[in-house]
Nanobody
């Protein structure tokens, strides 16, 4: 199983970006798919999660601005990020609990300029 993240880039404050995380390989079950981020000098933090049944939860700092969703096959998650601020600048990582194992994708850089 592999996770591949797409969609990072440079955006001005107030702008939007959409990240994608695609899971591939022999997938039998997905407990959750989650986005984390890590800013320079800071610990990695959970940004948003979508569980197998579709429950979502978010970090307080992104509630109302970010939305996590997934495709009908439940193997790709999306993170729609709106009203971005420079504080959202970080490397974003996708994570998934798949087949009862934890997987990480490579990070994708999101930079928000003021």
């Amino acid at each position: 199983v592999q996770l591949q993240a797409y969609g990072g880039g440079l955006v001005q404050a107030g702008g939007s970006l959409r990240l994608s995380c695609a899971a591939s390989g022999r997938i039998f079950s997905i407990n959750h798919m989650t986005w984390y981020r890590q800013a320079p000098g800071k610990e990695r933090e959970l940004v948003a999660r979508i569980t197998g049944p579709g429950t979502t939860n978010y970090a307080d700092s992104v509630k109302g601005r970010f939305a996590i969703s997934r495709d009908s096959a439940k193997t790709t998650s999306y993170l729609q990020m709106n009203s971005l601020t420079p504080e959202d600048t970080a490397v974003y990582y996708c994570n998934g609990r798949i087949n009862n194992q934890n997987y990480w994708g490579h990070g994708t850089q999101v930079t928000v300029s003021s």
